[in-house]
């Protein structure tokens, strides 16, 4: 069954920690604080206020979580809370919209759900929160940091050791260039332009957060979007598993923003960015999944709206692998 897929998610969750934990942590239990930037894969509460459909502040999100549902896209932990777990926090980093006081000290969560790396992406669904305002807003954090320190020199250093996770970009993708109906990059743009138009913005913007202090980076490739459930609904596999032209477009983004990664690290004093790639690859990604969403149907997902997310009173299963049309379960982003 999902075996074989589960414990290749699981080899890659330990190869990612270990680079994690050795190369940045020094073997230390932890680092000092967390930075996550990102889209619904990360978002843990910066959408519940504001006026979109990227929201799941209801239930039965969180189903599986101890204070129920927060914003999570999940029945319960995302992948950045189990990190954050394995490098030692004793508690998540708290979303941007609900920091205050000392719990920034850790580290905050400026994930939103839609969001892309442009600013344009997912509009069509409400507001959501750009990489780029997501940046604005670490500029805040920051202002409020150097007022609870009260020293610039401690305030940097402190900066220079948190890690930033960025993961994004799948948004700009699902929710952008393959949305002719709502956004003209599509006609503007051929794949290849596009994956290096994304890049070349993530780059600058990777730039502006190691200006004001980062130093230690997790950047994240695309997944395979062409194996989410949405993506096989919308548009069909023409006999394939999964949607080759999503994959495909994510593929290009990735060869990519390998190199950039590389180029960073040489042009960037004391910079140390890590790229992690996608998990699991395709041809496993496949064979697993055709012995469980494909052989089992709905079984393995809760039922859906139109926008990809759960129903306030869906039907809940016991086996919860993937959790909407867009996301993952706990159980399942435990092992990636």
């Known amino acids: 069954m999902a075996y074989k897929l589960l414990k290749s998610l699981e080899v890659v969750a330990i190869s990612v920690l270990f680079v994690i934990l050795q190369n940045w942590a020094n073997a230390k239990p932890q680092v000092p604080c967390h930075f996550i930037f990102g889209d619904s894969l990360s978002d843990n509460g910066n959408n519940n206020n504001l006026v979109t459909l990227a929201k799941v502040n209801y239930s039965p999100y969180g189903i599986d979580f101890p204070r129920g549902p927060t914003g999570r896209f999940s029945n319960g932990k995302n992948l950045q809370d189990f990190i954050a777990e394995n490098l030692g926090f004793t508690s998540f980093m708290p979303p941007f919209a609900e920091s205050q006081g000392e719990n920034i000290l850790n580290g905050v969560n400026y994930a939103s759900g839609a969001a892309g790396i442009r600013n344009e992406t997912g509009q069509h669904l409400g507001d959501r929160i750009s990489l780029n305002r997501q940046i604005q807003n670490h500029k805040i954090i920051i202002l409020r940091l150097l007022r609870l320190m009260r020293n610039n020199t401690e305030t940097r250093l402190l900066l220079n050791q948190c890690i930033y996770s960025i993961q994004i970009g799948s948004n700009d993708y699902i929710n952008n260039y393959f949305k002719p109906e709502f956004y003209g990059t599509s006609r503007l743009f051929t794949q290849m332009q596009y994956a290096r138009l994304l890049v070349h913005q993530l780059s600058n913007q990777l730039k502006t957060l190691y200006n ?49 990664v590389h180029q960073l690290n040489d042009d960037l004093p004391n910079a140390q960015f890590t790229y992690l790639g996608p998990a699991p690859d395709s041809t496993t990604f496949e064979d697993g999944m055709s012995n469980v969403f494909f052989t089992r149907g709905t079984d393995w997902i809760i039922a859906s709206g139109t926008n990809g997310a759960c129903f306030r009173r869906s039907n809940l299963l016991s086996s919860r692998f993937i959790w909407n049309t867009e996301s993952i379960s706990e159980h399942s982003k435990f092992y990636i």
Request: proline content about 4%; aromatic content about 10%.
């Open 212 to 260: 004001t202090g980062a130093r230690k980076f997790a950047v994240y490739g695309l997944s395979l979007i062409g194996c989410a459930p949405f993506a096989i609904l919308e548009y069909g596999t023409n006999g394939s598993l999964c949607v080759d032209k999503l994959n495909n477009a994510a593929a290009h983004f990735n060869e990519r923003l390998m190199p950039l």
